[in-house]
């Protein structure tokens, strides 16, 4: 079974720049997340979608991160314009469970992202 | 805001030492998960605690859940260089179906 896959893994940008990642859940997986790992944290959930509908975005810096799902299925996450702080490692996790129970997440490697 | 405190932040240890490692949290959760992040991977689920006071083994790792299900602890029993990682616990919101991370603790195990 394909794990879930992430691109690109590494981006370097300078600041007010804009930069998308993009996730592939593994299949069949109805609950997709944004999480945000910042060196030395844990990770920090952005944006959780269940199908193609966002069902968590209360942590979301919505006046610079957008993200999308617009078929249920891969997803991608943007940030326009990008700032010193934005350095961090995004990852896509996915679950098989329906909404009521968070489950087994599956995550991907990783993008990580550098602000200069 | 639900949040989950892990200690200790770092922890360097010879290879064969026991070790135990804690999550603490004010709140209450219906579970509690455990994940091992190793650099430049993503974290992987280890084991899930649902019952209060209840302990699980896996392998040299042992889980155990508090009664009043707000805090949990991890001990690796005869450590090894391939233990080696970031040890995150997570508390699951059921209704909300997510998961609240802590900041992890740092192991590295020295052969």
């Known amino acids: 079974e394909a794990g879930v896959a992430q691109s690109p893994r590494y981006k370097i940008i300078e600041k007010r720049q804009s930069v998308a990642f993009w996730c592939n859940p593994i299949s069949g997986h109805a609950t997709l997340y944004w999480y945000q790992q910042i060196l030395g944290q844990g990770p920090k959930l952005l944006i959780q979608?269940?199908?193609?509908?966002?069902?968590?975005d209360s942590q979301l810096p919505k006046d610079r991160f957008s993200a999308e799902r617009l078929k249920g299925v891969d997803s991608t996450l943007k940030i326009q314009p990008a700032k010193l702080e934005d350095s961090a490692v995004y990852l896509c996790a996915s679950s098989f469970r329906d909404r009521g129970f968070a489950g087994e997440l599956f995550f991907g490697e990783g993008s990580r992202l550098t602000v200069l | 805001t639900q949040l989950l405190e892990q200690s200790p932040q770092f922890l360097s240890i010879q290879e064969g030492e026991n070790l135990t490692v804690y999550c603490n949290s004010s709140s209450v959760f219906s579970s509690l998960q455990w994940y091992r992040q190793e650099p430049g991977e993503g974290p992987v689920l280890l084991v899930t605690v649902v019952t209060g006071g209840e302990v699980k083994k896996l392998k040299r790792l042992t889980f155990q859940f508090g009664d009043a299900r707000k805090d949990s602890s991890l001990h690796i029993t005869a450590a090894q260089p391939g233990d080696t990682g970031l040890y995150l616990c997570?508390?699951?919101?059921?209704?909300?179906?997510?998961?609240?991370f802590g900041d992890g603790t740092t192991l590295t195990v020295k052969p």
């Open positions: 997570a508390g699951v919101n059921t209704n909300a179906g997510k998961s609240t």
């Open positions: 979608f269940q199908n193609n509908g966002v069902v968590d």
